[in-house]
């Protein structure tokens, strides 16, 4: 298939003129790295055991190349299990590779490891330190953290990042952030947190990340676009498949969907690359016609459907089961998505798991 190509218009645009850039990579989304074993799933696509068929030398984790740009620069796919009874909890990560420095995409969950053989950063200095063709990378890239929200089965791992950057919503700040931490949000700005400055975006060198505002999930839920390689990083502020959003207000998420639905309108087919991916698998988006397939814009513009017609009182959810508050859910194609009742216009409270 073709791909369109990108034009890329500076300030030069003024003056009629766009510089044509590279065609955005290709996405795969199931090619291994080698070394990591694929997950082990049951017919519903959630994980059995701890995830993984046999003994993983990588412990809690595996890991897919997704893309290799013409700079080289490449991007993973991180999943990282944790067992629960008879079945595993999955959580995605994502590693961006700029040409100075890389960029890990959430922390997943707080799973067991061997520090130095099994752990987050040397699963992630593994990748950065290896060529696409196994062999070993002469002066690897160092990588700093970005968190997309406050929960913690995406922040599991922030312990051991101390000793870097870590990029953490400002709307979601932690009591024990630490001074390592940096306050981000969409376009940047003055900041009741760290040095009192949000940044609106990170520079990995020739690749450059915006945050992009998707409140709704959690009051400070973070998208990250990387347009030139058309992409953008939702963790859990669309969901999945199905999106929590009875934590807030369902009228101030429909306003994050429709801010995602023009930021990506430019976009020819991105990949919108979510937080827990094997749930593109499960419920409604597992069943035909979708059968699984990854996210996209589709997927956004249902996820709009349904917050406007459950405001609108055209769409009426079902009883969802999540703890003690009275809880809906309702569906539009391949899309689901929690709310509360209570909180569909009014401001939701920040509440978090
Ligand atoms: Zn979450």
Redesign the pocket.
């Known amino acids: 298939m073709m791909r369109r190509l990108l034009f890329v218009c500076t300030a030069a645009w003024l003056a009629g003129v766009c510089l044509m850039a590279q065609a955005p990579p290709a996405i795969e989304y199931y090619r291994l790295v080698p070394g990591f074993l694929p997950e082990h799933k049951n017919e519903q696509g959630m994980a059995v055991g701890t995830g993984f068929a046999s003994p993983n030398p990588w412990g809690a984790y595996t890991a897919y190349l997704m893309a290799t740009n013409a700079r080289g620069q490449r991007t993973w796919r991180i999943e990282n299990y944790l067992p629960q009874g008879n079945t595993a909890q999955g959580s995605t990560m994502y590693l961006l590779e700029g040409s100075e420095r890389a960029l890990l995409v959430d922390t997943a969950q707080n799973t067991p490891e061997e520090m130095g053989k099994n752990d987050l950063k040397t699963v992630v200095r593994h990748l950065l330190g290896h060529n696409n063709d196994g062999s070993v990378k002469s002066n690897p890239l160092d990588f700093v953290v970005a968190i997309s ?1 406050g ?1 913690g ?2 922040t599991g791992k922030n312990s051991q990042m101390n000793d870097r950057t870590i990029y953490f919503p400002d709307l979601d700040w932690p009591r024990n952030a630490g001074p390592n931490y940096v306050p981000i949000k969409e376009g940047g700005g003055p900041s009741e947190h760290g040095s009192g400055t949000a940044v609106g975006e990170i520079a990995l060198g020739g690749r450059t990340i915006k945050a992009i505002d998707l409140a709704g ?2 009051p400070g839920s973070l998208g990250f676009l990387d347009t030139e390689n058309n992409m953008v990083l939702t ?2 502020a669309i969901g999945s498949g199905l999106v ?1 959003a009875h934590f807030g207000s369902i009228a101030r998420y429909a306003e994050s969907v429709r801010h995602l639905q023009a930021v990506l309108k430019p976009l020819d087919n991105p990949a919108i690359l979510p ?1 827990h991916f094997y749930q593109i698998s499960m419920g409604a988006r597992g069943k035909p016609p979708v059968n699984g397939k990854p996210l996209d814009k589709q997927y956004v513009d249902d996820q709009l459907a349904v917050a406007e017609g459950v405001l609108s009182g055209k769409i009426v959810g079902v009883p969802y089961a999540a703890g003690a508050r009275k809880v809906m859910v309702a569906k539009v194609g391949s899309a689901e998505m929690t709310y509360d009742p209570a909180s569909l216009g009014a401001a939701g409270s920040p509440e978090t798991r």
Request: glycine share 10%.
């Open positions: 929200h929960h089965d995406h999930h959690t963790s859990d929590w937080g």
